[in-house]
């Protein structure tokens, strides 16, 4: 229920990293770990860079958790309901739980500042490889129509490299 709070209301363009020491009286809950907790729009590369960030800052992982849910929210964002995969207002959430090497102070700011600097970079690059790609297939068909000044051999071969 932790997590699943955390995650009351977001935007589809914003991650959600909370990074704490549970403790029964203010979390319900405790553990020897510092917990990393995480809700993101689903998206590739989340996990694969989340540890490498976890190694990154030298620390250990004792538990990784990845579900995907499906979910509605209304127009503000705040969960309405969960969803079934196949309907057309599901959004995909991944609800990423780290536990890692106890931690304290201005540490638990940084880990969290970092994981969010990830996810940025994460965002950033799976919203931009689509336009890349087309206006990289874009500059390769501009080689088709091969410039009068290069033989046929080194347009080719430009070509080839673009792709």
Not at 37 to 58: G, H, K, W, Y
Not at 64 to 92: C, E, M, N, W, Y
Not at 97 to 124: A, H, M, P, Y
Not at 126 to 152: C, H, Q
Request: charge should be positive; include cysteine; proline fraction near 3%.
């Amino acid at each position: 229920m932790h997590h699943f709070n955390l995650a009351g209301t977001r935007s589809a363009s914003k991650s959600l990293v909370r990074v704490f020491n549970p403790t029964v009286k203010a979390n319900g809950f405790e553990s020897d770990h510092t917990v990393i907790e995480i809700c993101n729009t689903d998206m590739p590369f989340l996990v694969v860079s989340l540890a490498s960030e976890v190694t990154r800052q030298e620390l250990e992982f004792y538990l990784l958790i990845h579900p995907v849910i499906h979910v509605k929210r209304t127009k503000g964002g705040k969960f309405s309901s969960f969803a079934d995969v196949a309907s057309a207002d599901a959004q995909a959430e991944s609800r990423i739980r780290l536990e890692i090497t106890r931690q304290s102070g201005e540490r638990l700011t940084k880990i969290k500042s970092r994981f969010e600097k990830v996810l940025s970079d994460i965002r950033d690059a799976v919203e931009d490889w689509r336009p890349m790609r087309k206006r990289m297939g874009a500059v390769i068909e501009e080689f088709l129509s091969a410039p009068k000044n290069l033989s046929s051999g080194e347009t080719i071969e430009s070509h080839e490299f673009m792709r």
